[in-house]
C-alpha cells in the first residue's frame, strides 16, 4: 500500500533515478510515498548509533538516526573521540577505530526499508506528508556538477 525510497545522501545520480521512478509509481498507483535516508536505513540495519562517510572533497556525512550533518575530517575526529557503535564506509573505515564497515555485509536492506517505512507511516499523525509531491531528495552538499 506504500512505496519507500532512499531520500539519499548517497550517489546524485542514483538518488534522483530512485526517487523519480518512486514517484512516477506513487502518482500512477495513488498510493503513499514514504522517503527514508541512508541514515535511517544503515544505522538501523546494523543497530549502530553513529554513521560515518566519505562524502568527497575532505569532506564526511555524520549521522545520528534523526540528524546529518557534513563536516572536514579534523572536526569529524574531534567529535567521534571516545564514541563506540560506529558504522562507516570503507574509505571511513581506516582511520576510524572501534567502527564496522557496513559494506564488508551482505544485508537485506530492502526488508529493513519496508519495516522503517511502514513503521514510518503507520505512527505518522499527517499523512499527507507521503504525498509523492512533498517527497524530496536529501541533498546534503551540492552535486560538483552544480559547484
Known sequence: DIITV?????SFTGIRVALT???VMAGELNISLVGLTTNEILLNAFNKDILIMDARRDMY???????????????????????????????????????????D???????????LAAKKYLNSQNKDEFNYLKVNANYI??????S
Do not use: H
Request: charged fraction near 25%.
Open 6 to 10: 532512499n531520500l539519499g545522501p548517497g
Open 21 to 23: 521512478v518512486a514517484k
Open 61 to 103: 556525512y555524520f549521522a545520528t538516526k534523526d540528524n546529518i550533518e557534513l563536516i572536514y575530517k579534523d572536526k569529524l575526529i574531534e567529535k567521534i573521540k571516545n564514541k563506540n557503535n560506529i558504522l562507516t564506509d570503507k574509505r571511513s573505515f581506516g582511520f576510524i577505530s572501534n567502527s564496522q564497515c557496513f559494506e
Open 105 to 115: 555485509y551482505d544485508i537485506d536492506l530492502a526488508s529493513v526499508m519496508i519495516k
Open 141 to 146: 552538499q551540492t552535486p560538483p556538477v552544480f
